[in-house]
């Protein structure tokens, strides 16, 4: 099982409609989640973080986190073409002592207006 | 307040070449970390560095080598590049919250 696992897409939306972005991981003890947002070219932009299980919500962007399931997902209510980019989900481990970002590969999300 | 720097943002290099990239956190921050992006293997870990101390490493060969100066300022080095060594390398400044802030990296050619 990969540490952090991401449907890679393309989702594709309507302009206005709710974009669910889903996100799982193996380590239990992981206790931190993030979500980035990468146009094409650009480097990944932190738009979301959650740490405890339930819903957090900034803005149109909602993050999720079900630690039972290993669960953690991104909704993006009222979805502009211009939240066209690829979502990465980043869950912390430790290991060692330390901890680092384990990265999924991404959902490439497309608006159409 | 200013973003994270990386220095240079492109580079080509040769088979056989080294190369060392260069990052300047976010004021104040002590931490920095490095990832390698690629296509197929998207954003992976290389190594972290705070207080001029290599704090965690990814799996990467040993060609791979970073260091941290007492500004913050952190270079990563790759020795004897290899075609697959062409990638997009980012270095993420990070708080005391554990964010993690993204400079607009450096991409690497290797021809």
């Known amino acids: 099982q990969k540490e952090v696992e991401q449907n890679s897409g393309p989702l594709s939306v309507p302009e206005g409609a709710i974009a669910s972005l889903n996100c799982t991981y193996s380590?239990?003890?992981?206790?931190?989640f993030f979500w980035y947002r990468q146009y094409s070219g650009k480097s990944p932009e932190l738009i979301m973080f959650i740490y405890s299980n339930g819903d957090k919500e900034d803005g149109r962007f909602t993050a999720q986190l079900n630690k039972a399931s290993q669960y953690v997902s991104l909704l993006i209510r009222d979805s502009q073409p211009s939240d066209s980019a690829t979502y990465l989900c980043a869950v912390n481990k430790w290991g060692g002592g330390s901890e680092k970002l384990v990265f999924g590969k991404g959902t490439k999300l497309t608006v159409n207006p | 307040k200013a973003g994270v720097t990386q220095t240079p943002r492109y580079l080509i290099k040769t088979r056989g070449q080294q190369v060392t990239l260069s990052c300047s956190p976010i004021s104040g921050h002590r931490s920095v970390s490095w990832y390698q992006q690629t296509p197929g293997q998207g954003l992976q870990f290389l190594f972290e560095y705070f207080s001029e101390t290599q704090r965690n490493k990814g799996n990467f060969p040993g060609r791979f080598s970073g260091r941290q100066f007492s500004n913050s300022r952190s270079e990563m080095n790759v020795s004897t590049l290899e075609l697959g060594d062409s990638a997009l390398y980012l270095c993420?400044?990070?708080?005391?919250?554990?964010?993690?802030?993204f400079g607009p990296g450096t991409r690497l050619t290797v021809l």
């Open positions: 380590d239990r003890g992981s206790q931190s």
């Open positions: 993420a400044s990070i708080n005391s919250a554990r964010e993690q802030f």
